[in-house]
């Protein structure tokens, strides 16, 4: 079965630090494109950050640039998210998805060009 699995949400208080995972299970990640894309509810899904297949490469949205640090293991089929310095307004859902055709400068902002898509898990940064 072909999934990517999304774990590491949570409830951080205004300041803190989340680390998400993406793990792929029958699928192979080593020549995909990752992003994490983050959804609220009345608003429209926003790209977060994306990594190339070999890792050498990432982007990230403004509003957490500097915050937030993107990075993979192949060999474990993963990908990560490092959050620090949370703040409210960076609580959605995070889905991590992965795309072999994903045109890397647009990897924010393309979510069509992905092929495979987690579940989400939630992320709540709260006082």
């Known amino acids: 079965q072909l999934q990517l699995v999304e774990s590491g949400g949570g409830l951080v208080q205004p300041g803190g630090s989340l680390r998400l995972s993406c793990v792929a299970s029958g699928l192979s990640l080593e020549y995909d494109t990752v992003g994490w894309f983050r959804h609220v509810l009345g608003k429209e899904r926003e790209g977060v950050s994306c990594?190339?297949?070999?890792?050498?490469?990432?982007n990230y949205a403004d509003s957490v640039k500097g915050r937030f640090t993107i990075s993979r293991d192949n060999a474990k089929k993963t990908v990560y998210l490092q959050m620090n310095l949370l703040r409210e307004e960076d609580s959605a859902v995070y889905y991590c998805?992965?795309?072999?055709?994903?045109?890397?400068?647009?990897?924010?902002?393309?979510?069509?060009?992905?092929?495979?898509w987690g579940q989400g898990t939630q992320v709540i940064v709260s006082s």
């Open positions: 990594i190339s297949s070999s890792g050498s490469s990432s």
């Open positions: 998805a992965t795309g072999r055709t994903v045109l890397f400068g647009a990897c924010l902002s393309q979510p069509g060009g992905y092929d495979f």
